[in-house]
C-alpha cells in the first residue's frame, strides 16, 4: 500500500512539474519570421510573446523597454482602444 501511495505522489509531483514548465514556455518570446502582405508590403522578422489580457507586461506600455531593440515603451496602460 504504501509503495502504490509513493508511485501516485511521484507521479502528480512530475504531472505538477511538466505542467509549470509547459506554462512558463508557453508565455516565451518566440521569433516570427518575415513576410509580405497582400498588399505586397514586407514585415522584417521579429520577436513576438503570446497574447494575454495584460496591458502591464507589454515592451510598448510605458514603464517598460524592449530588451530585443532598447526602445522604451509609450503607450498608456489605462488609456481604452488600440
Not at 505538477?16 to 508565455?27: E, T, W
Not at 521569433?31 to 495584460?54: F, I, L, Q
Amino acid at each position: 500500500m504504501r509503495k502504490l501511495i509513493r508511485l501516485m505522489l511521484s507521479t502528480l509531483l512530475m504531472l505538477g512539474i511538466s505542467i509549470s514548465v509547459n506554462g512558463a514556455y508557453a508565455r516565451s518570446p518566440h521569433r516570427v519570421r518575415g513576410y509580405t502582405k497582400k498588399s505586397g508590403t514586407y514585415v522584417a522578422p521579429h520577436w513576438r510573446t503570446n497574447p494575454d489580457k495584460s496591458k502591464f507586461n507589454n515592451y510598448s506600455t510605458k514603464g517598460n523597454y524592449n530588451p530585443y531593440t532598447g526602445k522604451k515603451g509609450t503607450k498608456n496602460p489605462f488609456r481604452k482602444g488600440p
